[in-house]
């Protein structure tokens, strides 16, 4: 068994009612308009058939619901979107094992009622937010009541990375051009600048302001789950050392920290979406260990509809030399124990 976990959707409903809501030069800019797997269900499940035995947690598709919608509209889109994805997830359990919980984020209030909703009401496995808020970075105090509401839900976070430009609510393509990244026909270098390396790049800052934040201190059964097998964190391991051997507290900076800070980086989880290099996952497994590795493949983003995302990750995973015991923690055991899945 294969429990996919970061997975991508933008089921029908929602792209109705984003079509009703936002202005058409942003509309134009979303995935589905080029990634119809996203929306089409059954393109995706004829995907799927070439790995019955793949599962799928879905998540829904950047942009974050904040950038598009203000707080009220978010809220309401948030709540209408969760209900979909929670009936698809219902209608076709051998397809999907779980979701993820879309949030308002433009509201934090309001996205902890929904994440205590959508865990509780409609048996979601956790939630997910973004390297940013607005253009806000993840350790500002006042998005520490999410991380406490999810260490005592005991389900994690999925943090996605997303542009850091987009700050503020897209009403016209100016505000929104972050997002021609997908497009890249204006200048394809800076679409492959932002797409390849600008999103991990901006994964890796998100999680080093969360260590650096007291998050896993404050709350120690804290889950983050990162997207692109920690984006770059094994692979700057020992730069990350270095850096903290070098300065750490020495130069003034007050940390506060209970652990040196490198063992908070390997706390973070990674899933598999290396699109085929086992070397890369290797250094991650060197890394986080067997236990922190999930498999997940980015579908559909990718080409043949989100098809060669998804052979390219399992046919790396099989070349990782490591014991079968392992790998099939890192295909299915790690994402039942972490989600609370049921072992089929």
């Not at 970061?6 to 936002?22: A, D, S, V, W």
């Not at 509209?73 to 969760?82: C, D, H, L, P």
């Not at 309001?110 to 937010?129: N, P, T, Y």
Request: glycine fraction near 6%; proline fraction near 8%.
């Amino acid at each position: 068994m294969k429990i996919d976990i970061f997975c991508h959707i933008m089921p029908p409903k929602y792209l109705q009612t984003l079509e009703k809501k936002i202005a058409p030069e942003v509309l134009k800019h979303l995935p589905s308009k080029f990634l119809p797997a996203l929306a089409d269900l059954d393109l995706r499940f004829k995907v799927m058939d070439h790995y019955p035995d793949r599962v799928e947690v879905l998540t829904v598709a950047n942009p974050p619901v904040e950038t598009m919608l203000e707080p009220t509209g978010a809220i309401e889109v948030s709540k209408q979107v969760n209900d979909e994805v929670a009936e698809l997830v219902a209608k076709y359990p051998d397809r999907f094992a779980g979701a993820v919980a879309c949030l308002p984020m433009n509201n934090v209030d309001a996205a902890l009622k929904e994440a205590e909703r959508a865990i509780k009401e409609l048996g979601f496995k956790g939630v997910q937010i973004f390297t940013n808020i607005m253009g806000k970075p993840l350790d500002l105090p006042e998005f520490m009541p999410l991380y406490q509401k999810m260490a005592e839900l005991d389900l994690p976070i999925w943090i996605h990375p997303f542009f850091e430009n987009v700050g503020q609510v897209a009403q016209t393509e100016k505000q929104f051009a972050g997002y021609r990244v997908f497009t890249g026909k204006e200048d394809p270098a800076w679409a492959m600048d932002r797409a390849v390396f600008g999103l991990p790049s901006a994964s890796a800052r998100a999680i080093t302001r969360l260590v650096y934040s007291r998050v896993f201190d404050l709350y120690p059964n804290i889950k983050f789950i990162t997207h692109h097998c920690g984006a770059g964190l094994p692979f700057f391991a020992n730069r990350i050392e270095m850096h903290y051997l070098m300065f750490g507290e020495k130069e003034g900076f007050e940390l506060g920290l209970k652990k040196p800070v490198p063992e908070y980086f390997k706390m973070f989880y990674g899933d598999t979406a290396l699109h085929g290099n086992t070397a890369a996952l290797m250094c991650g497994y060197a890394y986080f260990g067997s236990d922190r590795i999930l498999f997940g493949t980015d579908m559909p983003f990718g080409s043949e509809s989100g098809l060669w995302p998804v052979r390219k990750t399992v046919d790396s995973i099989d070349r990782m030399s490591i014991p079968e015991e392992e790998r099939q923690k890192i295909y299915a055991g790690n994402a039942q124990r972490l989600l609370r899945l049921p072992r089929k």
